[in-house]
């Protein structure tokens, strides 16, 4: 489920109400791919011929959030992230000294997603997640720091 289309034909089954507006944003974020902040997605509805205010495209955005269609990631210093769920399944490892952001393989959680099915019975929806925590390079240099006298 990747494609405008696709994502299109899934709303109008499920009977929701398709705004111009839906429409629109579903499209910038299949065409434009991962990780559009409010504001990106903002800028391309405006090449487009469709100005939104922030608030609108906000609301529109956590919307499509609620149908399970689009992401909605917090990356730290990047700010928060929307994306089209499923179009490239992947998460992140956010760096709180550096700031450095590295992609995480989807397989990864597999096995957190089969103990959270078995142990809690809970069906995660783990899409696009970012996990904090100190980088290899930033921990090689604090031991470096603390090595010398
Ligand atoms: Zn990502
Ligand atoms: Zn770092």
């Not at 998460?91 to 959680?109: A, S």
Request: proline share 3%.
């Amino acid at each position: 489920m990747s494609s405008t289309d696709a994502i299109l034909d899934r709303l109008r089954h499920d009977r929701q109400r398709l705004t111009l507006q839906r429409r629109l944003i579903i499209e910038v974020l299949c065409e434009r791919g991962d990780h559009l902040t409010v504001n990106d997605v903002q800028q391309h509805l405006h090449s487009k011929g469709c100005d939104l205010n922030e608030p609108t495209v906000y609301r529109n955005l956590q919307w499509l959030k609620d149908q399970g269609i689009v992401s909605q990631t917090d990356l730290g210093g990047s700010g928060i992230v929307y994306q089209i769920v499923g179009a490239r399944p992947h998460h992140h490892l956010v760096c709180l000294h550096c700031g450095g952001v590295v992609d995480l393989e989807d397989q990864l959680l597999d096995d957190l997603r089969e103990q959270l099915r078995r142990r809690y019975g809970f069906e995660p929806r783990i899409d696009h997640m970012a996990i904090f925590g100190i980088c290899q390079t930033c921990q090689d240099q604090e031991t470096a720091r603390a090595g010398q006298p």
